[in-house]
């Protein structure tokens, strides 16, 4: 990695390993594993189209499986794989350098992107963290065991995280993607299943790395005067994650693991250092941000609404549900209820917190513990959401989408939102795995 160069950062210049041209790129290229988290229909269409082909499905573990009972052998499947990949040259290392992505969704928007190695030394993801790079929701720590047990023994890494860098006069990725048609084109195809397009641009010039490091370093510097709202013990910070904080979570959490057996100079420069990420910048108009809905399972509407009001009527006696949106005076916070014959407004009176998704999971989470017989997912999209809801035993909630040009300056007064609080675009907009790089010497 050439740290000095971005010496301050937190970024480094990876080195990049891309699959062979005789690899079909559309069916290597599989969405973050994260998503269609209670769609199983998805993913098998997945593993039919990937079947007899190389594919990044089959170095990844999508979530859905991740409580399987045959998940170890899946894990071990993944490393052998990995190996696979390397020992029979599917993958090509193609050198040090970034890659200037182009994310074409089939609204006709466009996302840019700069593919990266970040320092995990630069990330913290506990709740009052200062770090350079900051967690934008909290970390579950239960959910990083089973991600960990596939980074330990795993030989590369692949990545579908997505970083913010707030950069209203774009002077960091835009100036790279006003020059593309002078980069090489490393890859050009079309995403299964509606991703859309994807297109991948060599970063390598000496001149192009001085522009980047100068562009990071005089937004860092801003960031400093224009974060002097600061309060007292906080500090400012440079990127924030966008998608993907439970995996650069796992990352860091691993670095740590493997860090305690290297000297200071082995770890300088040691691969498990550095997270492979793709950076965006918040003002880019194909970031637009996303509710991320809740559904609980084994719960029917009527039942859970009677529940809720009781309980609420403790603290927020105001609190009502309507059949439509309640016009009401006062300090409320509104969350939208789905159910197979049941549809309305829950209103929750002086909520004592900003933001809705604070209100509502502080709530859940003491409303599961009460009843481990009732199941939540986290849904992308109010399609489906609605579609999970016509059984009548589940129960959706329906949340608003936050502000994505408050999102610095909320985490940086407030902290971590609560986990799953937005999602930059539906889940067939999120990123879809492509390049791979080794995280072991």
């Not at 069916?27 to 189209?49: G, L």
């Not at 990949?85 to 074409?104: A, K, M, P």
């Not at 990420?277 to 609980?296: M, T, W, Y």
């Not at 989408?401 to 007064?413: D, E, N, S």
Request: hydrophobic letters at 35%.
């Amino acid at each position: 990695m050439n740290q000095n160069l971005f010496s301050g950062t937190g970024m480094a210049i990876p080195k990049i390993m891309l699959p062979k041209k005789s690899v079909d790129l559309e069916k290597w290229a599989v969405v973050a594993c994260d998503q269609y988290t209670s769609e199983p229909e998805y993913w098998n269409q997945v593993a039919d189209i990937t079947a007899e082909h190389p594919s990044t499905l089959k170095i990844t573990l999508p979530e859905i499986y991740l409580h399987d009972p045959d998940v170890d052998e899946k894990i071990e499947r993944i490393n052998q794989t990995m190996s696979d990949y390397l020992e029979n040259e599917v993958l090509e290392d193609i050198g040090q350098c970034f890659v200037l992505t182009e994310r074409t969704f089939s609204s006709g928007l466009t996302r840019k992107g700069l593919v990266a190695a970040l320092d995990l030394d630069c990330y913290d993801y506990s709740e009052k963290t200062r770090s350079l790079i900051r967690p934008t929701e909290g970390t579950v720590e239960n959910r990083l065991p089973p991600r960990l047990k596939i980074r330990k023994n795993a030989l590369l890494e692949t990545p579908h995280i997505l970083v913010l860098i707030d950069n209203p006069e774009k002077t960091v990725i835009e100036p790279l993607y006003e020059q593309k048609d002078r980069l090489e084109v490393l890859y050009d195809t079309r995403l299964m299943l509606g991703g859309g397009h994807l297109r991948g641009y060599k970063v390598s010039d000496p001149e192009h790395f001085e522009q980047i490091a100068k562009g990071l370093k005089a937004l860092a510097q801003e960031k400093v005067q224009r974060q002097k709202y600061c309060q007292d013990g906080t500090s400012p910070f440079l990127y924030a994650m966008g998608d993907g904080n439970h995996s650069l979570a796992t990352a860091k959490a691993h670095w740590v693991s493997v860090k305690e057996h290297l000297s200071e100079e082995q770890a300088i420069d040691h691969p498990a250092r550095y997270a492979l990420v793709e950076i965006v910048n918040l003002h880019d108009h194909g970031i637009v941000f996303e509710p991320i809905h809740r559904v609980l399972f084994g719960v029917t509407p009527e039942k859970f609404i009677k529940e809720t009001l009781e309980e609420l009527d403790k603290d927020h006696p105001g609190s009502l549900f309507t059949r439509d949106v309640p016009i009401v005076k006062g300090d409320y916070h509104h969350i939208g209820i789905h159910g197979k014959r049941l549809k309305g407004t829950l209103s929750i009176e002086n909520p004592g917190t900003t933001l809705e998704y604070r209100t509502v999971q502080e709530y859940l989470d003491v409303y599961l513990q009460k009843h481990p017989e009732v199941k939540i997912d986290y849904i992308h999209g109010e399609k489906a959401l609605k579609s999970l809801t016509v059984n009548p035993n589940n129960t959706g909630l329906e949340m608003p989408p936050i502000g994505k040009f408050t999102l610095f300056r909320t985490v940086l007064q407030e902290g971590p939102l609560p986990r799953k609080s937005f999602s930059m675009g539906e889940a067939y907009e999120k990123r879809y795995y492509m390049e791979c790089r080794k995280i072991k010497p």
